[in-house]
C-alpha cells in the first residue's frame, strides 16, 4: 500500500504544497511545531533515508537549501532547523522549520492545523520562493 505520502503526492489525499519537480517535493505539515514547518519528500518511497540513491539524497538536501531561502524570507528566524526523525510515515522525509533556539526544534510542541492556516502559510512561502526565482513553487 502507498505512503500517506504518496497519496498526497498523487493528489489521493490533500496537501499544500510549496514546491514540485520531478524527484521531490515539499508541502505543509499537518502537525506542526510553529508556522512554516514544513517538510521535502522524495517522490519515490523509500522508507529509511539512509537508503536513499546518493543522487536523490543530495538532491533533497538541495531541494531543503532552496526551501529554507523560502522559510528565511517570510519568517525572518535565526536559522532553519532541518530533522530526520522517520518514525511516524515509512517514506523518507526532511523536517524543515524556521527557529530562533534549538528548544523549539521539539515534537512534543506540535499541534494539529486547520487547513486554512496551511494553505496561507503555504501561499507566503511560495511566493517568497517564486520571488527567488526558484520556478518549482509554482505548484499550489
Given at each position: 500500500?502507498?505512503?500517506?505520502?504518496?497519496?498526497?503526492?498523487?493528489?489521493?489525499?490533500?496537501?499544500?504544497?510549496?514546491?514540485?519537480?520531478?524527484?521531490?517535493?515539499?508541502?505543509?505539515?499537518?502537525?506542526?511545531?510553529?508556522?512554516?514547518?514544513?517538510?521535502?519528500?522524495?517522490?519515490?518511497?523509500?522508507?529509511?533515508w539512509?537508503?536513499?540513491?546518493?543522487?536523490?539524497?543530495?538532491?533533497?538536501?538541495?531541494?531543503?537549501?532552496?526551501?529554507?531561502?523560502?522559510?528565511?524570507?517570510?519568517?525572518?528566524?535565526?536559522?532553519?532547523?532541518?530533522?530526520?526523525?522517520?518514525?511516524?510515515?515509512?517514506?523518507?522525509?526532511?523536517?524543515?522549520?524556521?527557529?530562533?533556539?534549538?528548544?523549539?526544534?521539539?515534537?512534543?510542541?506540535q499541534r494539529?492545523?486547520?487547513?486554512?492556516?496551511l494553505?496561507?502559510?503555504?501561499?507566503?512561502?511560495?511566493?517568497?520562493?517564486?520571488?527567488?526565482?526558484?520556478?518549482?513553487?509554482?505548484?499550489?
Amino acid at each position: 500500500m502507498a505512503s500517506i505520502f504518496t497519496q498526497i503526492i498523487n493528489g489521493e489525499l490533500p496537501g499544500h504544497f510549496i514546491w514540485r519537480d520531478e524527484r521531490a517535493v515539499a508541502f505543509m505539515t499537518i502537525a506542526p511545531i510553529k508556522s512554516g514547518h514544513c517538510l521535502v519528500v522524495p517522490v519515490e518511497e523509500v522508507d529509511h533515508w539512509d537508503d536513499m540513491p546518493e543522487e536523490l539524497a543530495a538532491h533533497l538536501m538541495l531541494v531543503a537549501q532552496k526551501v529554507a531561502k523560502g522559510l528565511k524570507s517570510v519568517y525572518q528566524p535565526k536559522r532553519v532547523g532541518v530533522m530526520v526523525a522517520g518514525l511516524e510515515v515509512p517514506h523518507t522525509h526532511l523536517h524543515l522549520l524556521p527557529i530562533d533556539a534549538i528548544g523549539e526544534l521539539d515534537f512534543s510542541l506540535q499541534r494539529p492545523a486547520e487547513a486554512d492556516e496551511l494553505a496561507a502559510e503555504a501561499q507566503k512561502i511560495r511566493t517568497s520562493l517564486l520571488d527567488l526565482g526558484f520556478k518549482e513553487a509554482d505548484c499550489g
